[in-house]
């Protein structure tokens, strides 16, 4: 199937699932990112749409689905990251909640061989309702495993554990109908 079809499917199911109930929630994060290794200059992006379905008020499940690219070397992938989400804290104004799900990851690119990545695990977060529609939420961390295996290789580089340091955390804006 190709990435068109794909991702017109996920359009019309997105449509549908709006239209039949406002438990929807739509949001996502990106990244543009300037790099300089001794004159050679490139940008890295990175897009990250995600959408979810509230199942109820502690309950729900969705799924970011992403591309990132660089203008050089060619080097691109695709990411699809579906989850169930727990909210055990609600207040007001900030939710608590845990992410738990699994991810897979294909690297691609002109000078390098192509990968795939497959991880499972919990990633924590929060939410900060700047109204009832609006949300700013952050994820904080991971805890699980992930395996990498390049293309035309028998080796798989396994890691496992937590990881609670600042280089692992997003941020995203979220729009609940």
């Known amino acids: 199937m190709s990435m068109k079809k794909i991702l017109m499917t996920m359009v019309a199911v997105l449509g549908l699932a709006i239209s039949a109930n406002a438990q929807v929630y739509v949001g996502g994060g990106f990244a543009v990112q300037g790099h300089d290794n001794g004159g050679n200059t490139y940008t890295t992006y990175k897009f990250l749409p995600e959408v979810g379905y509230n199942l109820n008020e502690n309950w729900a499940v969705g799924t970011v689905f992403g591309w990132t690219g660089a ?24 939710n608590v909640f845990v992410d738990g799900g699994f991810g ?72 609940n109908f």
Do not use: C, M
């Open 104 to 175: 897979y990851e294909h690297r691609y690119g002109t000078s390098n061989p192509s990968a795939n990545t497959w991880s499972a695990g919990l990633r924590p977060g929060v939410a900060v309702n700047l109204n009832e529609r609006l949300s700013f939420v952050s994820h904080v961390g991971f805890l699980g495993w992930s395996q990498s295996k390049v293309s035309g290789s028998n080796v798989k580089n396994s890691q496992y554990g937590l990881n609670l340091d600042g280089n692992d955390i997003s941020f995203s804006l979220y729009y």
């Open 71 to 94: 203008t050089k070397n060619g080097k691109k992938s695709f990411d699809i990251n579906p989850y169930a989400r727990f909210t055990p804290v609600h207040t007001k104004y900030i």
